[in-house]
């Protein structure tokens, strides 16, 4: 089928099921068979847990974001490190974010213009400034094997106006960033935005695609709107982009998103959420979620998954996790963690299993028939909590 090259990057789409998609897309650090689901490692590291857990989960690219590793402990002290796979010692894909995301987040601590970005660090306030040049030459100095073009990220809601706005402004940084970005051995994505309307969706996805990118983020989704209206979004955007290039949907990793994005023809995929909500108790099963913390578990002597082969879930018992939240040990922050990245893994890898037969609609219907999603009440709390830590996750 069709494919796209730059140098050390080739994307071939094996086969479609619907519109869902297997392929492989080879970097200078291996290949990644899609669709994928990738951890965040915002600071260099995934929080938690080490590169050799990751690898023993069989994680194939992580994530790195370029505004907090600008601002500590710098791009140019990775650059003399040898580049982020020397840094935080991880040999497989890196993809790094632009940084965009957490620069819109700061609202108050932030000025835009044209030309680039003003902000005040969330550290220590300091002044600085982001432009699509410089946020390139971060980028190429951290190293990382596919990179984010700088864009400007609407918040939801807002005016339709400001939207298309911001989104005319990440096509002329896009097309900056293009101009700018010198490494061919890095892949640059242009992103597409455009909020929750349709038609600025399909506008955003037809300009980037003219400006021919290796690969496309669709970023701006999962920001507060409805499901269905997200998933409208997103169909929209997917309709428009290229069979031969990956297509990378930005901030999403709820289970049902994920089958659904995968459904939508998205190829690549990332969320704080089963490293965050690690920390808080909130494990992944098939049947939803369960807070470990809750007494119920004190003397539950199960694994957290039945089958699952993670290293918490084949050695250590639910009532052991619960304990060790009571008595506030660090282990299990560790032990949560391997549990929750391990399910979305998984369930992504089954996800490509499923289109490599042509089942992957009987599959995703299977799941969702069983999985019970957070209800809308908590999903708004959820919401109100990814904001609140905008400036600390992706």
Not at 21 to 32: D, K
Not at 102 to 120: H, M, P
Request: aromatic share 8%.
């Amino acid at each position: 089928m069709r494919n796209t090259r730059t140098e050390n990057f080739q994307y071939e789409l094996v086969t479609t099921d619907g519109d869902a998609r297997a392929g492989t897309l080879a970097t200078p650090h291996g290949v990644v068979r899609t669709p994928v689901f990738m951890p965040v490692g915002t600071q260099a590291t995934v929080k938690a847990v080490t590169p050799r857990d990751l690898q023993e989960l069989n994680a194939q690219v992580v994530l790195a974001n370029t505004y907090h590793l600008y601002l500590r402990p710098g791009a140019e002290l990775i650059e003399r490190a040898g580049g982020l796979h020397d840094f935080m010692q991880w040999r497989g894909p890196i993809l790094t974010d632009s940084g965009g995301f957490q620069v819109f987040s700061l609202a108050a601590r932030r000025k835009i213009t044209d030309d680039g970005v003003w902000f005040r660090s969330h550290i220590d306030g300091s002044e600085h400034l982001f432009t699509p040049e410089s946020v390139m030459r971060t980028e190429e100095q951290l190293g990382a094997d596919i990179v984010m073009a700088f864009d400007e990220c609407a918040p939801y809601p807002a005016e339709k106006e400001y939207v298309r706005a911001a989104m005319e402004r990440t096509h002329a940084w896009a097309e900056r960033c293009r101009a700018a970005h010198r490494h061919t051995d890095q892949a640059l994505f242009g992103i597409v935005q455009g909020g929750v309307w349709p038609d600025l969706r399909r506008e955003s996805a037809l300009h980037l695609v003219g400006l021919d990118f290796p690969g496309y983020a669709i970023g701006g989704l999962s920001v507060g709107e409805e499901k269905d209206v997200m998933q409208l979004a997103l169909e929209a955007t997917t309709a428009c982009l290229p069979a031969g290039k990956p297509r990378y949907m930005m901030g999403v990793g709820a289970p049902e998103d994920l089958l659904n994005g995968i459904a939508a023809g998205v190829d690549m995929f990332d969320c704080v959420l089963p490293t965050r909500n690690a920390r808080t108790g909130a494990l992944l099963v098939p049947t939803g979620r369960l807070n470990i913390r809750n007494a119920a578990f004190r003397d539950d002597f199960r694994p957290v998954e039945e089958g699952c082969p993670c290293y918490t879930c084949t050695t250590f018992t639910r009532a052991y996790l619960h304990h060790l939240f009571r008595a506030e040990e660090l282990l299990v922050y560790t032990l949560t963690t391997i549990h929750n990245l391990s399910f979305l893994i998984r369930l992504v890898e089954g996800a490509r299993e499923a289109i490599l037969r042509g089942t992957f609609d009987e599959y995703r219907k299977a799941f969702l028939e069983r999985y019970r999603a957070p209800d809308a009440e908590a999903r708004a709390a959820n919401r109100e909590a990814r904001h609140r830590t905008m400036s600390v996750e992706r």
